[in-house]
């Protein structure tokens, strides 16, 4: 069993920039990590992923060249930096893990196991 804890959520003006942690329990048979989010009324979409060997990336269009996701495997974390934040941003933010070792896609939701609480970002105009 993996537990994930999301923190570095908050309250921003749109411009501005934020980092999520999330910390694993367990990292040793984790293959893929990805960041999550999802808006009042609307669907649960992947934003991010990392490749943890490798420490290949995935974005999805909408956050590329904004955000960045990358990996401390001593701390047994992963981060999403997030810059030039948009009001459209705000979302409850997911981590997810998946111990899957190939995976045909980066944000298909029955490939991540494991999922954090959440962290609140909301963006301000």
């Known amino acids: 069993q993996v537990q994930l804890v999301e923190s570095g959520g908050g309250s921003v003006q749109a411009g501005g920039s934020l980092r999520l942690s999330c910390g694993a329990s367990n990292y040793a048979n984790i293959y893929y990590m990805a960041w999550y989010r999802q808006a009042p009324g609307k669907e649960r979409e992947g934003v991010a992923g990392?490749?943890?060997?490798?420490?290949?990336?995935g974005y999805a269009d909408s956050v590329k060249g904004r955000f960045t996701i990358s990996q401390d495997n001593a701390k047994k974390t992963v981060y999403l930096q997030m810059n030039s934040l948009l009001p459209e941003d705000t979302a409850m933010y997911y981590c997810?893990?998946?111990?899957?070792?190939?995976?045909?896609?980066?944000?298909?939701?029955?490939?991540?196991?494991?999922w954090g609480q959440g962290t609140q970002v909301t963006v301000s105009s």
């Open positions: 990392i490749y943890r060997s490798r420490a290949t990336t």
């Open positions: 997810a893990a998946s111990p899957r070792f190939s995976l045909g896609s980066w944000f298909r939701e029955s490939d991540y196991y494991y």
